[in-house]
Structure formats: structure tokens, C-alpha cells
């Protein structure tokens, strides 16, 4: 006895630790989650740091540079020079030869360069603002398509779960069918074609939950893939389909003002827009002349020895200042064509964005009109549920009476099956739809 008090005192608290880890999700839970963990919407945000860098890479090469140089050299075999003799008292005619130098120098300079002024520096850093906009809005169109993918997954899991339950219920109802009419057929008061219909009404709805099974586990494992946590790690929904899709009923947002503006792909476009118009100043620049400023400081020392470390080393300073002017002449009309090009591109890009935002515009109408048929054919598949289960139910009454055959229970329960897979898929097209209503509407 004190044995086992001792292993459950040991035992529990892991039990209790191991149900705590097991994450509980509404949706909105679920979709804040995958916001900060989902692996698009981490290297989305990864996307706007590199962005903020390269702007600052593209600012700091018109800010001072400073660079500095050291070179050694060991002349293992030193040049030789001839020089008549007569310069050293020979005799005319003659040369003497004559090494110049010591064998061993070593050089060391630091060189400031700033540069004064680069038309497409210039542009180059109005460009890194443009490509740092769209980076937050592509991290935008990440966090909206990640929502919208939560909101997927999320209905898929519930919607697999739903098809378990029904189908373990139409099972234990055939079940209990087959049992009584093997029953009857024994006794002699039935017919082996009444058995072999529920037989196969009884295997192929066997089927269906094994499949339902597998699909609720797969579900799981795409919305743990969603959420940015290992797919095996079990997660319990906390929301229910029928209350879900309720609260997804909402025809107020069918009259929502509209500012296309605040769409994340008109805002892509614009920002494509943008570029083309930096790429042309940037062809254009190309005709500006350049101005950059230097100076060096540098010395040399020479020796016989490596002996340019010490104190005593003598070193000889030089210092130069100076300014580089580089004016571009003529191109054989290369630097034209390129700007025509950059002038035909933007012209591209302003007729892409006439369109993106008809095609806008398009989508919104399009996604009332999908939302609206969910909703009424949710309500179309809720009544025609409601009917089927009234006429399965009929008939179970008239065959148990032997007022009705097998075929026409099975015709009634196969009806049953359709209507209640349509009835769920109906809540879940509900729910997608809002949502991509929503992301248009960028809600």
C-alpha cells in the first residue's frame, strides 16, 4: 500500500505536466499563434530586418570610407644596373655594375575616400525605402494568408472530427439493423436480400470512419504545421462547427466600406509601380557625371634586414589629396537605350496596376457573392438534413413494421449519409468564405 501511494505521488505530477502541455486552441487563439510562430510569417519578419540592413548598406557607401594597405618585399635577387665607369674615375667606355637599393622595403598607407556626388547613389537609397515598404506589406500579405490558412486547417480538423462522430453513430445504427434482421432471417420470417443490403450499407459506411480516422489525424498534423509546431504534438480544439459557423453569419460585412488603398495587393502593386518609376531616374543618372574626394597617408621604409619593427627603423611619410571627376561622354547611345527600356517598363507597370485594381475590385464582388451562396446553402443542407433524417427515421419504423424493403432503408440511410457530409461541408464553406472575404477586405 505505501508502495503504490508513493508511485502515485511520483506519477501524478507528470500526468498533470503532460495534460498542461497539450495545447488548448479557439480560433483566435490558433490564429494569433501561427501569427508569431508559422514559418512564412517568421521569415517574413526576418525579411524586414534584412530590408532595414540593406538600406543602411546602400546609405553607408556615400558616407566616408577609410581603407588601409601593407605591402613587404624581399628582392631575393636584386636588379643590376650598368653605369659607364668614367662616372666612378674608369675608363671611358667601360661600365660598372651597380645594385640600386636595399633588398628588403616595406610600404604602409591609410587612404580616406567621400564621395561628393552620384546621381544613382541617390537612387539607389530612395530605392531601399521603396523595397523596405514592400517588405512590410509582403509581411502583411504573409499574416493575412497565414490567417486565412489557420482558419483552413482549423475547419478541416473540426470538420474530420464531425465526420468520426456521424459516422460512428450511422455505424452503431446498422449495427443494430443487421443484428435484428439476421435475427429475423434465422427465425424464417425474413430474406437473406434484406441481411446482404445492410451487409453492404454496413461495410461501405465501415469505410468511411476508418478513412474519417485517418483524415482527423492527417487535419492535425497540417493545422500543427500551420500553427509552426512538430505536427506529432497532440492539440484539442476548443470550438464546436455549428457555433463557429454562426458566428461566421455576419451579412454586415457584406456593406463594409471598401478603401481599395488599404488592400495589401493594391499596395504591392503600387510598390512595383514605384521601382519601375527609381529604375528610370536610375538610367537616367547614369548621364550625371561623378565627384569623389580622397586623401592618403601612407610611408616606406627600406632595409637590408626585417628590422622595419623596431624603434629605430627609419620611415620615409607621403600624403596625397585629391579629387576624381569622371564625366560620361558618349556611349554609342547605350546609356538611351537603357533609359527607353526603363521608360517602357514603367509604362508596363502603370497598365498592370489599372488592372490589379479592376481585378481587385473583381475579387471583392466575386467573394460577397461565394459568401452569400455559403450562407444560404448552409441553411439549404441544414432543412435537407433535417428532412432526410425524418424519412431514414420513417423508414426505419415501416421496415422494422415490414412495410418497407431493405433497398428502399438503404436508398433512405445512403440519403441520410449524403446530407449529412453536405450539411457539413456547407459550415465549413461559410467559414472559408468570410475569410476570404475578409482578406480582400483586409479585416
Known sequence: ?????????????????????????????????????????????????????????????????????????NQLKQPVSQIPAEFFGGEPGTYQEVVFGQAQSMSASATLTQQIFDGSYIVGVQATKTFLEYSRNNKEKTELEVRKAVVEAYGNVLLAQESVQISEKNKATLEKNLYETKRIYENGLGDEESVDQLQITLSSVDNQLKNARRLEKITHQMLNLVLGIPIETPTVLTENL???????????????????????????????????????????????????????????????????????QKWFASSILGVDLNIPIFSSLKRSAGTQRAKIAL?????????????????????????????????????????????????????????????????????????????LQSMVDVINKKTELETILNK
Open 1 to 73: 500500500m505505501r508502495t503504490t501511494l508513493i508511485t502515485l505521488f511520483l506519477v501524478l505530477p507528470w500526468l498533470t505536466m503532460a495534460q498542461d502541455s497539450i495545447p488548448s486552441l479557439s480560433l483566435d487563439q490558433a490564429i494569433t499563434y501561427a501569427l508569431e510562430h508559422n514559418y512564412s510569417a517568421i521569415n517574413a519578419s526576418r525579411d524586414i530586418v534584412d530590408a532595414q540592413k540593406q538600406k543602411w548598406e546602400t546609405i553607408a557607401t556615400g558616407l566616408n570610407q577609410i581603407s588601409g594597405a601593407v605591402s613587404y618585399q
Open 242 to 312: 455549428d457555433d463557429l459557423t454562426q458566428r461566421q453569419i455576419d451579412f454586415g460585412l457584406l456593406d463594409s466600406e471598401f478603401n481599395i488603398e488599404n488592400n495589401v495587393d493594391y499596395k504591392m502593386a503600387a510598390n512595383l509601380n514605384q521601382q519601375r518609376a527609381l529604375e528610370l531616374k536610375l538610367a537616367k543618372s547614369y548621364a550625371l557625371p561623378t565627384l569623389n574626394a580622397f586623401v592618403n597617408y601612407g610611408g616606406n621604409s627600406f632595409s637590408d634586414n626585417f628590422n622595419f619593427l623596431n624603434s629605430g
Open 347 to 423: 509604362e508596363k507597370a502603370k497598365t498592370q496596376f489599372t488592372e490589379a485594381q479592376a481585378q481587385i475590385r473583381l475579387q471583392l464582388e466575386s467573394a460577397k457573392s461565394d459568401y452569400i451562396l455559403a450562407i444560404e446553402q448552409y441553411g439549404t443542407s441544414k432543412a435537407n438534413l433535417e428532412l432526410a433524417e425524418r424519412i431514414e427515421n420513417k423508414n426505419q419504423i415501416k421496415y422494422a413494421e415490414g412495410l418497407a424493403t431493405s433497398f428502399d432503408l438503404r436508398q433512405a440511410q445512403t440519403q441520410l449519409y449524403t446530407s449529412q457530409q453536405e450539411y
